[in-house]
């Protein structure tokens, strides 16, 4: 009986995972073929990237300051405290600017695309639209990825560059250090793989944030219920499917760049 | 409902190919965690109508949809407008779909988007925007659901009833070769049930399109095997006694994952299956 009910679990996680492996590649060879819908990617956009904006830049911001204070005090027992810009900025860039960025985003967009999508699915609107010969993976599902892949790296980026802002504000003003000190310090630590690494983390956090989302939406049922099981579902996973891929793209790129 | 808007004129409903089969079934059966349907055959002819009937759970609203490809059969094959759809894969399905019609049971309309832009879906996916031309398209098919005053109001702003005639105006506005209702009158008053009978029934005689309706109501199914559309008076008008007018619908009963009966209205009443009578009554 027991072995019976978990072979059913496993049997359940194997099928979801062949699923969201489907999903994920119909997203991407989508591109390839038409129709192209350029409207419905420049609202995803808008929703994922501007609608972010505002709370990406204050986490950004307190990120990089709260960085700064902590690590000031260890620093400044080795006399090393005119490497802050340095270790803001390759924390920001390499790690923290993408990954927060990645949760952060996933907490509001995956959970917006799983609860749209998984609206649509429990009131039969994506039954209809298949009905109607519009395949919702090219409809619904290619555009919310495009966007996240593409809002992802300029987020990161202005993720990036306000927590160095952070850092600097907690160094000059309350570290007392050179402005001059930091930002050169800060520019001259970045070599290419770091940046390498910055910005391919967030596309890959972009693809995952709307595979995931639209995923879950895509297989909710059970009424408005299953709508918010559907919802919760995709940030948790999204969020540790981000931090799990984000140890492996590190250590990947550790590898090729020969840190 | 005596003022029907006169009929659409534009677009034409392809011809009625009389004789050649729309839809054919052959030995389809289909289970979840129980048995739903087995080893189901019939065949929907062109210009003909089935009303499918049978109590809640045997498979009614599993036969549309197998129709139209949205769930697989386990076996047996399904075959709509010359297309094996039981073994196409999904996308192919879609070109294929462009040419049926489909009425959800709960409307399935899209709630962020306007009457107009639901009724229009299907021709904004062709030009991606809603031109002059499909403006007129639009109301042409509103006026046929008389609903054409709607046409800038969102799905939560119309009753139960007005959005089931929207949904209607949505199926037929590109005019399908087969329209599949799922319970267009279920949970509805009986006026608005009648009318929305009329418009199938208005359908079925105006553009001869070859449907399956679903209901749940008797009424309804016999409604539309005693009346036909007269487009003179341009309302649904009762048969008259001994009429030899035939209006292409017949019944399929559907109890314990079986079709108990396939035949016309005079067919059924003279049927002495001790659960048919049971269920006439």
Same mark, same amino acid.
């Given at each position: 009986?027991?072995?019976?009910?978990?072979?059913?679990?496993?049997?359940?996680?194997? &099928?979801?995972?062949?699923?969201?492996?489907?999903?994920?590649?119909?997203?991407?060879?989508?591109?390839?073929?038409?129709?192209?819908?350029?409207?419905?990617?420049?609202?995803?956009?808008?929703?994922?990237? !501007?609608?972010?904006?505002?709370?990406? &830049?204050? /986490?950004?911001?307190?990120?990089?300051?709260?960085?700064?204070?902590?690590?000031?005090?260890? *620093?400044?027992?080795?006399?090393?405290? +005119?490497?802050?810009?340095?270790?803001?900025? *390759? #924390?920001?860039?390499?790690?923290?600017?993408?990954?927060?960025?990645?949760?952060?985003?996933?907490?509001?967009?995956?959970?917006?695309?799983? +609860?749209?999508?998984?609206?649509?699915?429990?009131?039969?609107?994506?039954?209809?639209?298949?009905?109607?010969?519009?395949?919702?993976?090219?409809?619904?599902?290619?555009?919310?990825?495009?966007?996240?892949?593409?809002?992802?790296?300029?987020?990161?980026? /202005? #993720?990036?560059? !306000?927590?160095?802002?952070?850092?600097?504000?907690?160094?000059?003003?309350?570290?007392?250090?050179?402005?001059? $000190?930091?930002?050169?310090?800060?520019?001259?630590?970045?070599?290419?793989?770091? &940046?390498?690494?910055?910005? #391919?983390?967030?596309?890959?956090?972009?693809?995952?944030?709307?595979?995931?989302?639209?995923?879950?939406?895509?297989?909710?049922?059970?009424?408005?219920?299953?709508?918010?099981?559907?919802?919760?579902?995709?940030?948790?996973?999204?969020?540790? *499917? /981000?931090?799990?891929?984000?140890?492996?793209?590190?250590?990947?790129?550790?590898?090729?760049?020969?840190? | 409902?005596?003022?029907?808007?006169?009929?659409?004129? $534009?677009?034409?409903?392809?011809?009625?190919?009389?004789?050649?089969?729309?839809?054919?079934?052959?030995?389809? +059966?289909?289970?979840?965690?129980?048995?739903?349907?087995?080893?189901?055959?019939?065949?929907?002819?062109?210009?003909?109508?089935?009303?499918?009937?049978?109590?809640?759970?045997?498979?009614?609203?599993?036969?549309?949809?197998?129709?139209?490809?949205?769930?697989?059969?386990?076996?047996? %094959?399904?075959?709509?407008?010359?297309?094996? !759809?039981?073994?196409?894969?999904? $996308?192919?399905?879609?070109?294929?779909?462009?040419?049926?019609?489909?009425?959800?049971?709960?409307?399935?309309?899209?709630?962020?988007?306007?009457?107009?832009?639901?009724?229009?879906?299907?021709?904004?996916?062709? %030009?991606?925007?809603?031109?002059?031309?499909?403006?007129?398209?639009?109301?042409?098919?509103?006026?046929?659901?008389?609903?054409?005053?709607?046409?800038?109001?969102?799905?939560?702003?119309?009753?139960?009833?007005?959005?089931?005639?929207?949904?209607?105006?949505?199926? /037929?506005?590109?005019?399908?070769?087969?329209?599949?209702?799922?319970?267009?009158?279920?949970?509805?008053?009986? &006026?608005?049930?009648?009318?929305?009978?009329?418009?199938? !029934?208005?359908?079925?005689?105006?553009?001869?399109? #070859?449907?399956?309706?679903?209901?749940?109501?008797?009424?309804?199914?016999?409604?539309?095997?005693?009346?036909?559309?007269?487009?003179?008076?341009?309302?649904?008008?009762?048969?008259?006694?001994?009429?030899?007018?035939?209006?292409?619908?017949?019944?399929?009963?559907?109890?314990?994952?079986?079709?108990?009966?396939?035949? %016309?209205?005079?067919?059924?009443?003279?049927?002495?299956?001790?659960?048919?009578?049971?269920?006439?009554?």
């Amino acid at each position: 009986m027991a072995i019976a009910y978990f072979t059913d679990i496993a049997k359940q996680n194997v &099928v979801a995972v062949q699923e969201y492996s489907l999903l994920a590649g119909r997203s991407l060879s989508n591109l390839f073929g038409r129709p192209r819908y350029y409207a419905e990617t420049l609202l995803q956009a808008d929703s994922v990237g !501007v609608g972010s904006l505002p709370i990406v &830049v204050l /986490i950004g911001l307190f990120t990089g300051a709260v960085l700064a204070l902590q690590t000031s005090s260890t *620093l400044q027992q080795f006399g090393s405290l +005119s490497l802050t810009g340095k270790l803001v900025a *390759l #924390s920001m860039v390499r790690e923290l600017g993408p990954v927060l960025t990645g949760i952060l985003v996933a907490g509001r967009n995956s959970s917006g695309m799983a +609860s749209e999508l998984g609206s649509m699915k429990v009131t039969e609107q994506i039954d209809a639209m298949r009905a109607m010969g519009v395949d919702p993976t090219k409809k619904l599902v290619t555009p919310r990825v495009i966007a996240s892949l593409v809002m992802m790296f300029f987020l990161s980026i /202005i #993720s990036d560059l !306000v927590g160095l802002v952070g850092g600097f504000f907690v160094s000059y003003l309350l570290l007392g250090l050179d402005p001059n $000190q930091y930002w050169t310090t800060a520019y001259q630590a970045l070599r290419f793989g770091d &940046v390498f690494m910055g910005l #391919s983390k967030p596309i890959v956090f972009g693809f995952i944030i709307a595979t995931i989302g639209c995923f879950y939406g895509l297989s909710a049922k059970g009424g408005t219920q299953g709508v918010g099981r559907a919802t919760t579902q995709a940030v948790v996973a999204a969020s540790v *499917l /981000i931090v799990v891929t984000d140890f492996f793209i590190t250590k990947l790129l550790i590898g090729i760049f020969e840190y | 409902m005596s003022s029907l808007a006169p009929p659409v004129e $534009q677009p034409q409903a392809a011809p009625a190919k009389s004789g050649e089969v729309a839809i054919r079934f052959e030995n389809v +059966s289909i289970g979840f965690d129980q048995p739903v349907l087995e080893d189901v055959s019939f065949q929907l002819v062109h210009g003909e109508t089935k009303v499918l009937l049978g109590e809640s759970g045997t498979g009614k609203t599993l036969i549309l949809k197998l129709a139209l490809g949205l769930i697989k059969p386990d076996s047996g %094959t399904i075959t709509v407008l010359g297309e094996e !759809v039981s073994s196409m894969r999904e $996308q192919d399905m879609y070109a294929l779909r462009r040419r049926i019609g489909m009425v959800f049971q709960e409307s399935a309309l899209f709630d962020s988007l306007t009457v107009e832009e639901n009724v229009a879906y299907r021709l904004i996916e062709e %030009t991606g925007e809603i031109t002059e031309e499909i403006h007129a398209r639009v109301l042409e098919a509103l006026e046929f659901v008389e609903l054409a005053q709607t046409y800038n109001l969102f799905p939560g702003e119309l009753s139960g009833g007005m959005r089931r005639r929207v949904a209607i105006a949505r199926a /037929i506005i590109t005019q399908p070769e087969v329209l599949l209702y799922d319970s267009p009158t279920g949970g509805l008053d009986p &006026v608005t049930s009648n009318t929305i009978i009329e418009l199938v !029934v208005k359908q079925r005689d105006v553009y001869q399109t #070859s449907s399956l309706l679903v209901t749940h109501r008797l009424q309804d199914a016999f409604t539309m095997a005693s009346h036909y559309f007269d487009r003179n008076l341009n309302k649904m008008v009762p048969l008259e006694d001994g009429s030899a007018r035939n209006v292409h619908t017949t019944f399929v009963i559907l109890r314990n994952h079986k079709i108990i009966f396939e035949g %016309t209205a005079p067919e059924l009443l003279r049927c002495h299956d001790p659960y048919i009578r049971e269920y006439l009554s």
